[in-house]
């Protein structure tokens, strides 16, 4: 992992925070996960009017930002991806802990990204 754990060329501008952006970016990057963004959005939608609260929503969108904000970096989604598959099949508690800081460093900078 590098130091910056975001970085690569990007495939799209980083979208606004908005429902729809988020929807037209997760098309284009990774459009076998619209049905779970689509389930996510409902469950939110459903929540906030529960609870009358935006909170639910703003979970989702900032969610989805982050991402899309790894998505949009194919290099980032491919360490990530891997650090995944090695924390899962790691065969000593440290090799799993080393990993899944990895996913877990690539997952804060996205964040860091998207929210600043």
Known sequence: MSAQPIHGPELIPQPARTPMALYE?????MPNR???LTADQAR????????GS?????RFTAKW???VEI?????????LHRAEYLANHAETLEERRNQ???AGA?????AEAVHG
Request: glycine share 0%; net charge negative; hydrophobic share 65%.
């Open 100 to 102: 899944a800081a990895v």
């Open 106 to 110: 690539i997952a804060s900078a996205a």
């Open 71 to 79: 998505a949009r970096h194919p290099q980032t989604l491919a360490e």
């Open 44 to 51: 939110a939608m459903t929540e906030a009017v529960d609870k």
């Open 65 to 67: 930002a982050v991402e």
């Open 54 to 58: 935006l909170k639910p929503l703003l």
């Open 25 to 29: 970016a997760v098309a284009a990057l």
């Open 34 to 36: 619209l049905a779970e």
